[in-house]
């Protein structure tokens, strides 16, 4: 677990009475990452908070009532930590640091920051959980060998995944890593689509590439592929293969088979980890009983090999509205249930 020394040389929190707080940060570089470009996180972080925060030299004074005072306190020790720790603040970063602030407020835990967990750095950014499930996830990917995570979008299952992936290639602790995905769209039968076999199924993968960009840069993760070390696979190329010295992530798996699953799974070899993401409530096949996501988990729960991880709205990790808008669709099928 990790939390930056000497955290109060950073910043200092002053309660002026129970609805205002000053907040003095002595790095300049530090209070531009946590305002942010045109003050657009400390925008943010009065809507989540419901408080009106100025921002004048080195000092952010927060006006509201003594619970929302409270929480943008925890936030500013949790954006500071996480600056000095990864060098970086992003806009999830500001939606976390609520959440933080909001576990730390019923543990009464008023003088610490929760730690960020692990972290894996890439040379473009450095990758924190962002929730306690999300910190489950990236435990399992780390240390076990066959790991199935089901959830809502945005709870970071294909991001960390393909972190941690590509991070033990470039630490040559694997030789390949394979994105893998059912190309429901098409059935399957890519063949009259143009190009070679990488052309016919990018489109499909496109949110693992968003990854690989967003955490290695475009001309690394190009140079990968045309080695042969980052390999793009549809899963029904997958038949007949074994996986050594390989991570290999099988994505929207919710559009797979059972058997399909089961070939994947059954797919690896020595020193190898397979991962299989998928949202149940988002499955695109014609007869929605095909989906062998959910037969999967509750055949191989009791297997202790394989780990499973259950992300819920709570671990969303984007926009605000994606939490909102999960919650609300699951409500709807709860209810007609």
């Known amino acids: 677990m990790l939390e930056a020394k000497n955290l109060e040389k950073q910043i200092l929190l002053k309660k002026i009475d129970n609805q205002t707080l000053n907040i003095k940060i002595f790095d300049n570089k530090l209070?531009?990452?946590?305002?942010?470009?045109?003050?657009?996180?400390?925008?943010?972080?009065?809507?989540?908070?419901n408080t009106k925060l100025f921002?004048?030299?080195n000092s952010i004074t927060a006006k509201g009532d003594e619970?929302?005072?409270?929480?943008?306190?925890?936030?500013?020790?949790?954006?500071?930590?996480k600056?000095?720790?990864?060098?970086?603040?992003?806009?999830?970063d500001i939606i976390y640091s609520i959440k933080n602030s909001m576990s730390n407020t019923e543990q009464n835990n008023k003088n610490n920051i929760r730690p960020l967990g692990q972290i894996i750095k890439t040379p473009k950014k450095s990758v924190i959980p962002r929730s306690r499930k999300q910190a489950e996830y990236l435990e399992a990917l780390i240390n076990e060998k066959i790991i199935v995570s089901l959830g809502p979008a945005g709870t970071?299952?294909?991001?960390?995944?393909?972190?941690?992936?590509?991070?033990?290639?470039?630490?040559?602790?694997?030789?390949?890593?394979?994105?893998s995905r059912p190309?429901?769209?098409?059935?399957?039968?890519?063949?009259?689509?143009?190009?070679?076999?990488k052309d016919k199924v990018d489109p499909y993968l496109r949110p693992l590439y968003d990854a690989l960009y967003d955490l290695f840069g475009y001309e690394k993760i190009q140079k990968k592929i045309e080695t042969g070390e980052i390999e793009i696979a549809p899963l029904a190329f997958m038949r007949g293969r074994t996986l050594k010295n390989s991570?290999?992530?099988?994505?929207?798996?919710?559009?797979?088979?059972?058997?399909?699953?089961?070939?994947?799974?059954?797919?690896?070899?020595?020193?190898?980890?397979?991962?299989?993401?998928?949202?149940?409530?988002?499955?695109?096949?014609?007869?929605?009983?095909?989906?062998?996501?959910?037969?999967?988990?509750?055949?191989?729960?009791?297997?202790?090999e394989i780990k499973f991880v259950e992300f819920?709205?709570?671990?969303?990790?984007?926009?605000?509205?994606?939490?909102?808008i999960v919650k609300a669709y699951q409500k709807k099928i709860d209810d007609k249930n």
Do not use: C, W
């Not at 209070?31 to 908070?49: P, R």
């Not at 995944?161 to 994105?179: P, Q």
């Open 67 to 81: 619970d929302s005072i409270l929480k943008v306190s925890e936030s500013f020790k949790f954006l500071v930590n």
């Open 247 to 304: 991570f290999a992530i099988l994505d929207e798996a919710q559009n797979a088979s059972l058997t399909q699953i089961k070939m994947f799974l059954t797919r690896i070899g020595e020193n190898s980890k397979l991962v299989v993401n998928g949202d149940p409530s988002q499955i695109d096949l014609i007869n929605k009983n095909d989906s062998g996501l959910l037969k999967t988990k509750k055949i191989l729960e009791d297997v202790e």
């Open 312 to 324: 819920d709205h709570n671990d969303v990790a984007r926009h605000p509205l994606v939490s909102k």
């Open 31 to 49: 209070l531009l990452a946590i305002v942010g470009e045109f003050n657009s996180n400390l925008s943010d972080l009065e809507k989540l908070t």
């Open 83 to 92: 600056f000095l720790i990864t060098n970086s603040i992003e806009n999830s």
């Open 156 to 179: 970071g299952k294909s991001y960390l995944a393909v972190s941690v992936g590509v991070k033990m290639l470039m630490e040559k602790k694997v030789e390949r890593v394979i994105l």
């Open 183 to 197: 190309a429901v769209e098409a059935g399957e039968r890519l063949g009259f689509l143009p190009g070679d076999m």
């Open 55 to 57: 921002f004048r030299g």
